[in-house]
């Protein structure tokens, strides 16, 4: 684990706004891990908002519903920062805001009922790797604890934070029902000490029974990176640890992010579908680092031609997602996805630093939140020794960053275990 600056400010303390209007958005047809969701509209096509584009495709997948009103214009591959292109849905809005009553029949609908919920309305983890929530609620082994991450570890990112502190009672009452379908026996709401606020504000809804969440307790970890990888969190929380290829449920635990958690109150209380969310934008190329409510498909383009966003001098990089986890983007054409957290422009000049002997400090070794070697991976890598890669644990890697951080020689240690890992399982 390191301890890296946090660039958390301004934006940390500053009240989220709303970007309501976008002309034209942009829906890729992967937003989540599994199989891509398949169209179910043509091009020419009147959609309302929160209407169903495109359906679930196999039991890992997800549902992709209309964000706005809008006229499908097109159907066509489309910039996507994991993939280069992907199918995207082109959506030319026509359409006002629709406005959500509330469902009066929540307390007694059934566990089964919530997930078929959650799964028609396409919620997917929003901490990052947008896996589809039904499935991770509906776990083949008894979880006795269940983790709501509130951590947002990466630096620059305050979406999490400002969702919880103007949130969070809706936050809560989407923990509540997920508690209705896993039935946990505690609950941990894992913050970092950045946080603590938050926390407070928590302790007081435990103490006063505000919901109804068993055990409900707060951790408040130490800010370190990254204190909010699932792994980590799980370990840090409740001592158990994950190896190889085991998951959470293998050690009783579920995490939740809570953007996750309020997608999940939305979904039961309003029957809206994931079509919005919170997203940092942050970094020194930015006049004013901000977060804001975005429908999903808005471009970058779109918001700083609209003067959403404005730029304080030539931005040397963009990155979706945080510094250490994201991906560089070559242009502003990308739009907002599920998963998508937040944006980083930077003015720093991004130099090729460019790569040195390693001189065995170990640093990396001390970094690695996994306590791997990551070292051994760019040496293996190097010398095409794939089959021996294994032997060291290169599937316990979160790719996390920290050793390609930390390392003096520079070495894209992340880079190594990316291409490691292919080859590795290809040796297998
Ligand atoms: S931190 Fe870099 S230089 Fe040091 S042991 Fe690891 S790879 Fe080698
Ligand atoms: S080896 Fe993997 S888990 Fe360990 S520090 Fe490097 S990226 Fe993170």
Redesign the pocket.
Known sequence: MVVIEEHKHPQHNIKSQKFDNPDKLYLPVSQHTGKPASVCMEKGAEVEEGQLIARQNGYISACIHAPKGSKVTDITPWYHPNFGRMESLVLKCTKESKSYKTRSNVGGLYPEELLDIIQKKGIVGMGGAAFPTHVKLKPPKNIDTLIINGCECEPYLSADYRLMKENLKEICKGVELICRIVKPKKVIFALEDNKSDVAKKINLFSSIKKFNIPGLETTVLKSTYPQGGEKQLIFSTTRRKISGDKLPLDVGCIVQNVATCFAVYEAVYLDKPLIERMVSFCGDALEEPKNIWVRIGTTLQELFEKKILSFAGEPKKIISGGPMMGVTLDCLNYPVLKGTGGFLFLNRDAKNYEEQPCIKCGR?VD????N?M?LMYAKMVKHEEFGRLNEFYIKD????????YICPSRIP??HY?KTGKKYAVADK
């Open positions: 990396c970094v690695c939140p996994m791997l990551p890697c979160i790719e996390c960053g920290c050793c390609a240690l992340v275990v």
